[in-house]
């Protein structure tokens, strides 16, 4: 539309007017806002249902002003008409002789199959005679329909061992409307939660299995699988979860709902390793072998693996250390309620002072066995003692120490005589040897004392009571500053090559010896002998220099 306008023309001097005209014309506003079909556009250009579209519809304006306008979208009907409202952008703006594209986002969801889709112009400002009948278009989309694969039924073991082989059986089902066409990867993780956390900072992955469609729209498969349980680090419950469709590999409805998750219970199968009846020999000889069996139970649920080991203690009745004499290896698995395996073993005794002494079994002793809060009881002790008997040995004893002055000086040699008498009840057989050792006290401190050479060997065989007597010459190291009061302190089987019942009194003191530093010595110039000519600037040796050197 238009409006007329007059412009008046008046031709005058100061006096009066010379002549009048007017000019009647139109001034034209008119305007054409439209959108075409072929404005229309969706991307992508392949829609299928559950998916996110974008709507582009290409407004234009042939009119000389800018405008302002309301663009609505709708699906399957007008307004009024039953069509589904997508979204409407409010003061679209439109330049003069220009265009302007609208874009509003469309969920595929609910939609299937042939659609129409609709773009309107309304509420054009300023509207001066738009033709409204190029306002609406249409375009006609295809929404193409998708499978959607979800894991319907987990049936996990209700209760399993960590580090045991299980089956799990689960249900996968296509919930969308059309095939799942192609091949998948199904897997299993374990975890220690309900949720599912992807490797490799999250939960472990325990199988991948591969099934090759199609499977049709609302059809299932069931699937079996075994595989083998990690341990989890708290030893209780844990989840097994499934993944369908894990790689992403077939396009669907819906890609959050392709997990479930089922707990176990890790905690109801736990194995429990307590020791059971310990048989022991009334008396036993030390160094001989002596027969022990033991019977070790499995009370708990579950299996015990993998191996361990049992050890073997001697307890003294009196009181005092446990002193282990043996450990045996064992290797799994042993079934649990009740189950059970006996050990007879023949353990060699080791040397001990006399007395009774109980038999110590402790299972597991280095913890192999996950036995969650029964950590506490793998020890057995045997119901009765076996009293053991030291086997006969010899018993070197210094006797006596004679021969020693009162008094020596360091660097110097001094004499020693010994006895040494075999005070135990069998032969001495092996050799040894007997040390003199320089020291500051009565007692022989070992890497304190100092030993004096030479060492001498002992008599072999020396028979149950009988005695040998030894002499030597010691000689003292050098000491400048070591002056004071010393023992002699001799040492029978100094190097531990003889097995005794007793080593405690292999050690005698002499008498006090009152030792002095080493003299210092005194070196002097006794007399110089000069050549008989010498020359200025000229020096030589014509003769030998004879030297005394006197010593104190």
């Known amino acids: 539309m238009g409006q007329s306008y007059y412009v008046d023309v008046v031709a005058s001097n100061t006096e009066q007017s010379c002549a009048t005209d007017s000019v009647q014309f139109n001034v034209s506003t008119s305007l054409d806002v439209s959108v075409n079909s072929s404005d229309i ?91 409204t009948s190029n306002n609406i278009a249409s375009l006609e989309v295809y929404v193409a329909p998708l499978p959607d694969l979800q894991v319907t039924a987990l049936t996990p073991p209700p209760a399993a061992q960590p580090g045991t ?52 729209a609302g059809g299932s498969v069931s699937r079996l699988e075994s595989f083998t349980l990690p341990v989890p680090p708290s030893g209780s419950n844990f989840w097994i979860i499934v993944k369908v469709d894990a790689g992403g590999q077939i396009q669907e409805l819906n890609e959050n709902n392709n997990t479930r998750g089922a707990s176990v219970c890790a905690s109801c199968l736990n194995p429990d390793l307590i020791v059971g009846g310990i048989t022991v020999p009334p008396l036993v000889e030390s160094e001989q072998l002596m027969a022990v069996e033991w019977t070790v139970i499995n009370q708990g649920s579950g299996q015990a693996l993998g191996s361990w080991a049992d050890r073997i203690l001697l307890r003294p009745a009196a009181g005092g250390t446990d002193v282990q004499i043996a450990q045996f290896n064992q290797i799994g698995p042993i079934a649990g309620n009740g189950a059970s395996y006996t050990r007879n073993e023949n353990i060699l005794v080791p040397y001990l002072p006399g007395g009774d002494y109980f038999i110590i079994v402790r299972t ?111 000689t003292l190291p050098v000491s400048y500053t070591a002056s004071g009061q010393y023992y002699l302190l001799v040492r029978t089987n100094s190097s531990g090559t003889l097995a005794e019942s007793n080593i405690a009194d292999n050690v005698m003191a002499s008498q006090l010896i009152q030792l002095s530093a080493t003299p210092f010595p005194d070196l002097k110039v006794t007399s110089i002998l000069p050549p008989p000519v010498a020359y200025d600037r000229l020096q030589f040796l014509q003769d030998t220099t004879a030297i005394t050197i006197s010593s104190s």
């Open 41 to 131: 556009s969706i991307l992508p250009g392949a829609l299928f249902t559950g998916t996110l579209a974008t709507i582009h519809a290409a407004v234009r304006n042939s009119g000389v002003v800018p405008v302002a306008c309301q663009v609505s979208f709708y699906v399957d009907g007008l307004p009024g008409g039953g069509g589904v409202h997508v979204g409407t952008i409010e003061n679209f703006q439109i330049p003069s002789q220009g265009q302007q594209t609208a874009t509003m986002g469309w969920s595929t969801t609910g939609f299937l199959g042939h659609h129409t889709v609709y773009v309107v112009i309304t509420n054009i400002v300023p509207n001066a005679g738009d033709n």
């Open 165 to 216: 082989t299980v089956e799990v059986s689960w249900t996968e089902s296509n919930l969308g409307d059309t095939q799942a066409s192609g091949s998948w990867q199904t897997r299993l993780y374990f975890s220690t939660d309900p949720i599912l956390d992807l490797p490799p900072d999250g939960d472990t992955e325990v199988g991948a299995f591969s099934y090759s469609g199609p499977l049709e």
């Open 364 to 474: 597991d002793i280095l913890n192999t066995v996950s036995e969650p809060g029964n950590e506490s009881n793998n020890e057995g002790v045997s119901q009765s003692s076996t009293q053991l008997v030291p086997s006969p040995r010899p018993n070197l004893v210094v006797t006596q120490i004679g021969g020693t002055p009162n008094t020596g000086s360091f660097g110097s040699a001094l004499s020693i005589t010994w006895s040494v008498q075999n005070q135990g009840n069998s032969a001495a057989l092996s050799p040894w040897q007997d040390q003199v050792f320089l020291s500051t006290d009565q007692e022989y401190q070992s890497g304190v004392d100092t030993p004096l050479p030479p060492a001498l060997f002992g008599n072999i065989p020396l028979a149950v009571g009988e005695v040998y007597d030894r002499a030597t010459l010691v």
